[in-house]
């Protein structure tokens, strides 16, 4: 089995178990975790949270840019598509 058969299996197996339909995109604790990309440490794991509780960014560094503040629709004043209910002003 190769890698991407794998994660194609995991992913198959997320969808029929443990993908929670109807989620709403706003983050359940309205916050926006910023981390790095080493796979030694997953923010979601250290931080306990669960599906839906807070978006989770990993980038080189874990550094906080504008971009990755502007590009998110999860931060107010993005120009990132948003579905949800009304963010509150961050003025």
């Known amino acids: 089995m190769t890698v991407i058969d794998?994660?194609?299996?995991?992913?198959?197996?997320?969808?029929?178990?443990?993908?929670?339909?109807?989620?709403?995109?706003?983050?359940?604790?309205?916050?926006?975790?910023?981390?790095c990309v080493d796979p030694r440490v997953d923010p979601a794991h250290v931080l306990g949270l669960e599906t839906g509780d807070a978006a989770v960014i990993r980038n080189v560094g874990g550094r906080v840019t504008p971009d990755v503040l502007t590009n998110s629709p999860c931060w107010p004043g993005s120009p990132a598509p948003?579905?949800?209910?009304?963010?509150?002003?961050?003025t």
């Open 6 to 35: 794998t994660l194609a299996e995991r992913n198959d197996d997320f969808v029929r178990t443990r993908f929670v339909p109807g989620l709403p995109m706003l983050p359940r604790l309205r916050t926006l975790v910023v981390g």
């Open 82 to 90: 948003w579905s949800g209910p009304p963010l509150p002003s961050s």
